[in-house]
């Protein structure tokens, strides 16, 4: 059962442009969700995180939005460049709880020139 | 920012034998270190949890017979796929926490390695 869902595999946008990265989950016990980047041959890579008391969070050209009526998460990305292009991974945690990471698929982002 | 690096990236062994996968923080103590497992398509599954000194805790339908891990200093833990079948053929990744951070954030990863079992 996957518990973090990221339902595009894949997102192409022109630089410049806003990327946007969806994330849903089903666990509403997840009250800390997190963004990692990675690119190939290398590891993940912490982004942006967000807890359950808030709606959004920024940090530079990355702003994480968080619906948890329809328990949905986006990274917004403003403006989008080219070395953005990489897979970008949501992760769901319990604060207080494991430290169990529950991971999405990814999306792979490609910003194009 | 922490680097935590791992030996093999690559591996191809045949079906039967052992292999060992080395996970190191290289310039900063990890009391905690995760071992994930990735199937093409699919999302990064955690294995187990190590504590330095301490056996490891492993998820819900990981073998701890098949996967074992040590913990014994805090900048290795090793992950061994024992007597490993083509089935094991995956993408491991481990991550490391740093000594007394409680942040969800600060799990550092390491690059992966990739292991095909022929």
């Known amino acids: 059962d996957q518990q973090v869902k990221q339902n595009s595999p894949s997102l192409s946008v022109q630089e410049g442009r806003i990327s946007i990265l969806n994330c849903d989950y089903t666990n509403s016990m997840f009250d800390y969700f997190l963004w990692y980047k990675k690119y190939p041959a290398e590891g993940p890579t912490f982004l942006i995180s967000i807890s359950s008391i808030k709606d959004k969070n920024e940090d530079g050209r990355f702003t994480v939005f968080l619906n948890k009526s329809a328990k949905h998460l986006s990274l917004h990305i403003v403006p989008s460049q080219p070395g953005d292009s990489a897979v970008y991974f949501c992760a769901a945690t319990t604060q207080g709880g494991s430290e169990k990471l529950v991971f999405g698929k990814g999306t792979k982002l490609t910003v194009n020139p | 920012g922490a680097v935590v690096s791992q030996h093999p990236s690559w591996v191809i062994c045949k079906s039967g034998t052992s292999v060992k996968i080395e996970c190191r923080s290289l310039d900063f103590q990890a009391t905690t270190m995760f071992w994930y497992r990735q199937f093409p398509k699919q999302s990064l599954m955690l294995m187990a949890t190590?504590?330095?000194?301490?056996?490891?805790?492993?998820e819900q339908g990981v073998e701890k017979d098949k996967f074992l891990i040590n913990h014994a200093s805090l900048t290795l833990s090793t992950l061994t796929v024992t007597s490993a079948h083509p089935e094991d053929s995956s993408f491991y990744i481990c991550s490391a926490r740093t000594v007394g951070s409680g942040r969800k954030e600060t799990q550092y990863f390491g690059p992966g390695t990739r292991l095909l079992v022929l």
């Open positions: 190590s504590n330095e000194g301490s056996k490891a805790t492993y």
